[in-house]
Structures are given as C-alpha cells and as structure tokens.
C-alpha cells in the first residue's frame, strides 16, 4: 500500500520568514495530494491540494508543489503569521474525494516564533 | 453552510464495552469516511461509506464497524473496546466521495479507554 512520509517533524521558523514542509509517496498510482492543517482541539482543515496533472499551485501565501517523477510534494508558506502555528500533515491518494481512503504523513508541528 | 458535526466530542468508556460515534456530513456530501487518530500511528483510514454502502475499508479488525442511513449520517462502532482503541476518531465528508471533490473533517471525537 501507500507510505507518505514528511520532514521535519518540527519546524521553528520567525515571523516573517518562510516555512517549507516535504514529503514523498511511495505509490506511483496516487494522483491526489491535500495539505491539512489542524489546530489544538480541533480537526484537520484543508488548506491546498494539488493533482498530478498541476505541478504547481498557490493560494496567497501558501503553495504546493509536485514533482510526479522524484513521488516528492512540498508545501511552502511565505511571510508567516502567528495564526500559522499549528500541526500539518500531508496525504496522497490514488483518486481524492474519499473512496480511497488518505494515506497521511506523521505531521510537522510548525512553530512561528514572534 | 454547516460543517461535518461529530457526537459526542468526548467519551470515557472500559475495556470489553462498546461504542456507537455519529457523524452527521456536510449538507449535500454523501460520502462520509472515518480515521483513528493516535500520536504513535497518527492518522490511519478506517472505511468510507457511499450511498449505504462500505466501498473501502482500511487495516482495523472486526471489531470497527460502521454504516451510514439514507440521510447520509454515519455511525462507527468498536466492540470490545481495549487500552489501544483510545485515540481521537475523524468522520470526514465530500460530495460523492471520487475525484476532484476534497474531504471536510469534523472536530472529531476523543475517545479514552480505562
């Protein structure tokens, strides 16, 4: 079956900066590839996905970048906030939607220091 | 329009009980997947739920079970509950659960075994 896996598991960045989280696949079958975002007590929230059609996508100040050949995706955060703090995860799956079912990577918990 | 609404938020139960979670999808969404949580195995799919009916369903025993109602709520049940089996349970929901349609998670519920 898929494996994800994600690096770093923590990320400490300073306000302002740029945050980068990376992770890779092992299925070359999966076509779909959401970023989630989940705060303290609450569950994950969809913030970006990208589709292996697309090698890039952004949306203000978040993008996701795909790379079919090396099974590698990242996401790139650009002048962080306070409000960015939290824990991220990737995942892949074969169609999206739900039928399939996500395979997610162990999470990367970002800290953004004032 | 209202998000995916998880019941209860917590729960306390012993080992060798039962349990019934609900999850009610996002208006419209008639694809309703569940997810165990845990800080060692992360988040890990469990089954996924279309029309009534189970299409998928990932490495749990027996013991995890679910069905959904024609109104499209979802309810998960975990007999025999052990020490393990205490993590935080995701339902998420799409439209119809195949491509290009992404999954809303609800806040989950926290689940603790004595």
């Known amino acids: 079956g898929e494996n994800v896996e994600q690096h770093p598991s923590t990320l400490s960045v300073q306000e302002g900066d740029s945050a980068v989280i990376k992770c890779t696949y092992s299925d070359s079958a999966s076509n779909y590839f959401p970023w989630y975002k989940q705060e303290l007590g609450k569950g994950p929230q969809l913030i970006i996905d990208?589709?292996?059609?697309?090698g890039e996508k952004k949306d203000q100040r978040i993008a996701v970048t795909l790379n079919k050949t090396a099974k590698h995706f990242s996401l790139h955060i650009t002048e962080t906030q306070p409000e960015d703090s939290a824990v991220y995860f990737c995942?892949?799956?074969?169609?999206?939607?739900?039928?399939?079912?996500?395979?997610f990577g162990k999470g990367t918990h970002l800290i953004i220091q004032p | 329009k209202a998000g995916v609404t998880q019941t209860p938020r917590y729960l306390i139960k012993t080992r060798g009980q039962q349990v019934t979670l609900s999850c009610s999808p996002i208006s419209g969404h008639r694809s309703v997947s569940w997810y165990q949580q845990t800080p060692g195995q992360g988040l890990q799919f469990l089954f996924e739920?279309?029309?009534?009916?189970?299409?998928n369903k990932g490495n749990f025993p027996g013991r995890f079970s679910g069905r959904q109602f024609s109104n499209s709520r979802s309810e998960m049940n975990v007999s025999t509950l052990e020490l393990g089996d205490s993590a935080l349970y995701l339902c998420?929901?799409?439209?119809?659960?195949?491509?290009?349609?992404?999954?809303?998670f609800g806040d989950g519920t926290r689940l603790s075994i004595l």
């Open positions: 739920y279309f029309s009534e009916t189970q299409r």
């Open positions: 995942a892949a799956s074969i169609r999206g939607g739900g039928a399939d079912g996500l395979t």
């Open positions: 998420a929901s799409s439209q119809t659960g195949d491509s290009n349609q992404p999954q809303h």
């Open positions: 990208i589709r292996s059609n697309v």
